[in-house]
């Protein structure tokens, strides 16, 4: 498996612009949390948040592609990653690729990194960004369609499938994004 430092220079070479660098390092938070919150052994949890670091790779490449979102990925990723890893960055676009979710670790990719997007635009429009930010103010956002239209909420929800009620699910996340700014 690549290290952190190689995975970092992978991104950079595939010219990722800021904010989906950003995006890319708030998953990989959210994927350590979870995979910390299930009792992984290390070795999994190194491979979750590297996951969750990497599940954008082909991005650059594929966003006026979005059914080749997630595919490219594979040929980037291949020898990099334990298969696992690539076939959940595969399904963490299934409405586009086709490739359907089946694990807990495919699932927790889905909701993982779309919860960042939720996150980080709450955090935008409040005046102590992530600080003080609660599950229930979250839940509220999610209910208002224009607030980050393009969040898919039913893929949050999604946690469900990992075990997580909605609210442990977004109060983990926003602490695993929040303990990335300090």
Partial sequence: ????????????????????????????????????????????????????????????????DPARHGLEAEAILTGKLPAEAVYAIKAHNGECTGVQPESRFDFALRCGETVTGLISAAALVRPNGLEGMEPKSLKKKMKDKAFAASVNRETIRECEKIGLELDEFLRISIDAMRKMES
């Fill in 1 to 64: 498996m690549l290290e952190r430092e190689d995975a970092l220079k992978l991104l950079a070479d595939e010219n990722f612009e800021p904010n989906l660098m950003q995006h890319a390092l708030a998953s990989e938070a959210v994927l350590e949390a979870l995979a910390r919150r299930f009792e992984l052994p290390e070795e999994e949890v190194k491979l979750w948040a590297m996951t969750g670091l990497l599940h954008d790779v082909d991005y650059p490449r594929t966003k006026d």
